[in-house]
C-alpha cells in the first residue's frame, strides 16, 4: 500500500512538473528550472536573503521576462513597468500582500476562499480599490507635501539632540541602521505624538530594527504561499499554521536580550489622545476650535472631526500606520542615503560643501523644509539620496500584481517581450533590478553617481524616463503616501549629519547584503567623526539655521 502511495505521489508531482516546464503558456519564459516547477525555489532565495543577488543576475541571465515561481514572473523593462504600474489602470495586488494583513478577515470554513475584509483603513494590503481610494483621498490633504514642511521645525529639534548624543561617541564606529532607526523613530514620535521614545538619551533602539527585519523575513516567505496564510485566517488567527511554517522553514528568531517593542507604548499614547479629544468634542466643540496639539495626530483628529467618513476606526489605525509603515523603511532609506555617501569620500566632500554653506551672519545657509526644496537649494546633497534609494531601494522584493482578466470578451491576452501572459499570472518589477536596468539609467547604471540626477550632467530625455520609471515610492495607484513626510525626515537628516560630521562609511561586502520584501542595509558601519575644521577653530555648528 504504502509503496503504491509513493508511486501515486511521485507521478502526480512528475506529471505536475512536466506540465510546468514544459506544457503551461508560462512553459516559454526562461528562468531557472527548478523555479519553474516549484515556487519552493523562490522562496528558498527569499529565506536567505538572496532578492539583491537575484534582482543583479536573474536578468542578465535570462534577459527580462524571468520565471521565478510557477504561476510567477520578473520582468525588467519600461513597457513592463508602463502596464503593470499604470496609475489609472494598472494591475491589482497578488496574494502576497495577505501576509501583510494587520486584522484578520472573517472567515467561514464553508467557503474557504471567501474572505471577508474588515473596513479598518489597513492601505498596504486592502484589496478593494475602491474602498482604497475614498481612503487616500481622506488622508491626501494631510500628508500632502505642503502640509508637511511644518514639521520642519520639529525634527530640527530632534535632530540638533541626535547630532549632541553622536558627537559623544567621538567619532567611534556605530551600527549604521541602529543610529538611523533611532532617528527614524525620534522624528516620527516628535512629528506624529509630540512625544520621544527615549531611543536618543539611550543610545539604543532597543533592538527593534533587529526584530523588525526578521520579522519582515518570516512575512516575505510565508506570503508567497497564500493558501498558508489564508489557511491561518481560518484557524482562528491563533497562528497555529504560520507557528508550524516558521519552524519548518527555520525562520524563528531571538530577540536581543535587550528587546523592548515601541508600539506599546505608542499605541497607548494614541488611545489616550484620541480618547480625551472625541470626550472634549462631545462636551465642548469650543475648547476644540484650532487648540488640539499641533502634531501630526492633532491634523488626523481635525480631519476626523472635519469629515465624519475619515471614522475613529480610521483614525487609531493611521496614527499607527505612521510608525508602522515608517520606521523601518526610513530606516533603510537613511542607511542607505548614509552608508554610500559616506563610502565615497568625493561625493562626501561635494554635499559637505552643499550643506556647510553659511550666512553673513556664519549660521548655515539653507533651511530645507521640503525635498524639492533641496533640489533647488542643494541640488548635488539632493541627488545624492535618489541615487543611494535608487542602488538600496527600501522594498527589495518584486511589487507583485496580478494580470487582470480580458477587460472585453475579444481581447488578446497580455504579450510583452514575446511572452504570454495570462489572466491570473503574478507579475512585478523588483526595484533593486529596475533601478540598475541600463536602458532606463545609462550603461553606468550599476555605480553611485549622484550626478546622473543633474541636469548639467545628463541628456534631459533620460532624466525624465529615470524619473517616471522607478519603484523607490512604490508604482502604480498604490504609491506611498508617506513620501513628504519621509523625504523631509531623510532629506533634513542627511543635511544635519553632514553638516556636523566628517562621516565615513563602510558597506557589507555585496555576497552579505540580505534583503527580503523589506530591504535594508544591515552590517553598514559608519564614524561620525566630528569636523576636523570645527575641532580646530572650537566653533560650534549646529543644524540649526536663522
Ligand atoms: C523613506 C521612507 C519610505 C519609503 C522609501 C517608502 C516606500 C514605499 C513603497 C515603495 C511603497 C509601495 C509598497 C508596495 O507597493 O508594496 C510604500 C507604501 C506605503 N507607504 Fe511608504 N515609504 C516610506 C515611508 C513611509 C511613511 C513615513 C509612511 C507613513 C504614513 C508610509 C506609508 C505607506 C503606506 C500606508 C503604504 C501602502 C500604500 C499602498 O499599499 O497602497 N511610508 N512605501
Ligand atoms: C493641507 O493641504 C491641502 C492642500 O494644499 C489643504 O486643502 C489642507 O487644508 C491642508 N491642511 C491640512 C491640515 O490638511
Ligand atoms: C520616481 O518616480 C516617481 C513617479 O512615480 C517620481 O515622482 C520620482 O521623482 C522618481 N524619482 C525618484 C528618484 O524617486
Ligand atoms: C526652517 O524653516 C521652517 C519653515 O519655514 C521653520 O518652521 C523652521 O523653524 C526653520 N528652522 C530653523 C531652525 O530655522
Known amino acids: 500500500m504504502l509503496v503504491l502511495l509513493l508511486l501515486g505521489i511521485l507521478v502526480v508531482v512528475t506529471a505536475s512538473s512536466m506540465h510546468r516546464l514544459f506544457a503551461q503558456t508560462l512553459s516559454s519564459i526562461p528562468g531557472p528550472r527548478l523555479a519553474a516547477v516549484s515556487r519552493l525555489w ?30 510567477e514572473v520578473w520582468l525588467n523593462s519600461p513597457e513592463a513597468f508602463k502596464i503593470i504600474y499604470n496609475p489609472s489602470h494598472g494591475f491589482d495586488k497578488s496574494d502576497f500582500y495577505l501576509c ?16 471577508a475584509f474588515p473596513d479598518t483603513l489597513d492601505l498596504l494590503s486592502e484589496r478593494d480599490m475602491k474602498r482604497y481610494r475614498q481612503q487616500r483621498r481622506l488622508i491626501g490633504p494631510v500628508y500632502h507635501e505642503t502640509n508637511m514642511s511644518k514639521f520642519a521645525a520639529v525634527i530640527d529639534g530632534v535632530l540638533s539632540k541626535a547630532v549632541a548624543e553622536l558627537k559623544s561617541l567621538d567619532g567611534a564606529e556605530v551600527d549604521l541602521k541602529e543610529w538611523m532607526h533611532i532617528v527614524a523613530v525620534e522624528c516620527l514620535g516628535a512629528v506624529v505624538l509630540s512625544w520621544s521614545p ?16 526578521y520579522n519582515w523575513r518570516r512575512k516575505s516567505v510565508f506570503g508567497l504561499f497564500p493558501a498558508f496564510v489564508i489557511a491561518d485566517f481560518h484557524s482562528g488567527g491563533g497562528g497555529f499554521v504560520l507557528k508550524a511554517f516558521t519552524h519548518i522553514w527555520r525562520l524563528a528568531y531571538e530577540t536581543r536580550k535587550d528587546f523592548k517593542s515601541f508600539f506599546p507604548a505608542v499605541s497607548t499614547r494614541i488611545s489616550a489622545r484620541v480618547r480625551k479629544a472625541l470626550k472634549v468634542k ?14 501630526l495626530l492633532g491634523d488626523l483628529i481635525d480631519l476626523h472631526r472635519a ?17 508602522g509603515a515608517g520606521h523601518e523603511t526610513m530606516c533603510s532609506a537613511l542607511t542607505a542615503a548614509m552608508a554610500m555617501i559616506g563610502s565615497h569620500p568625493e561625493v562626501m566632500q561635494t554635499i559637505a560643501k552643499e550643506v556647510r554653506a553659511v550666512n553673513d551672519k556664519g549660521k548655515p545657509k539653507h533651511n530645507i523644509t521640503s525635498a524639492r526644496d533641496a533640489a533647488t537649494k542643494i ?13 538600496h531601494p527600501a522594498i527589495g522584493m518584486s511589487l507583485s500584481r496580478v ?19 495570462p489572466p491570473g499570472t503574478v507579475v512585478g518589477c523588483s526595484p533593486p533590478a529596475l533601478h540598475r536596468n541600463p536602458d532606463i539609467f545609462g550603461k553606468d547604471a550599476d555605480f553611485y553617481k549622484p550626478g546622473r540626477w543633474l541636469d548639467e550632467e545628463c541628456d534631459p530625455a533620460q532624466r525624465r524616463m529615470m524619473e517616471r520609471i522607478n519603484l523607490t515610492w512604490g508604482g502604480g ?31 557589507p561586502a555585496d555576497k552579505d547584503i540580505h534583503y527580503y520584501f523589506l530591504a535594508m542595509l544591515e552590517g553598514a558601519k559608519a564614524c561620525f567623526h566630528i569636523r576636523k575644521d570645527e575641532k580646530e577653530s572650537g566653533s560650534e555648528p549646529d543644524s540649526e539655521p536663522d
Not at 311 to 318: N, V
Not at 406 to 420: F, Q, R, S, T
Not at 492 to 506: C, I, P, Q, Y
Request: with cysteine; proline share 8%.
Open 282 to 295: 462631545a462636551q465642548d466643540p469650543v475648547v476644540v476650535s484650532g487648540k488640539g496639539k499641533s502634531d
Open 100 to 115: 501583510t494583513v494587520l486584522f484578520h478577515p472573517e472567515t467561514d470554513w464553508r467557503r474557504p476562499f471567501h474572505l
Open 379 to 391: 541640488p548635488f546633497t539632493a541627488a545624492s539620496i535618489k541615487e543611494a534609494q535608487r542602488l
Open 477 to 507: 495607484a498604490r504609491t506611498c503616501p508617506g513620501r513628504y513626510l519621509a523625504e523631509l525626515v531623510v532629506y533634513k537628516t542627511v543635511v544635519a549629519l553632514v553638516r556636523n560630521f566628517d562621516v565615513e562609511a563602510t558597506m
Open 198 to 213: 527615549g531611543f536618543l538619551k539611550a543610545h539604543s533602539d532597543f533592538g527593534s530594527s533587529s526584530a523588525g527585519y
Open 403 to 421: 494580470v487582470p482578466p480580458p477587460a472585453n470578451p475579444g481581447d488578446l491576452p497580455l504579450e510583452l517581450h514575446g511572452h504570454i501572459l
Open 42 to 71: 523562490y522562496a528558498y532565495q527569499v529565506r536567505n536573503g538572496r532578492l539583491l543577488q537575484l534582482a543583479t543576475t536573474l536578468h542578465q541571465r535570462y534577459g527580462p521576462v524571468v520565471r521565478v515561481a510557477p504561476n
Open 307 to 323: 469629515k465624519p467618513d475619515f471614522q475613529e476606526t480610521y483614525l487609531r489605525r493611521m496614527a499607527v500606520t505612521n510608525f
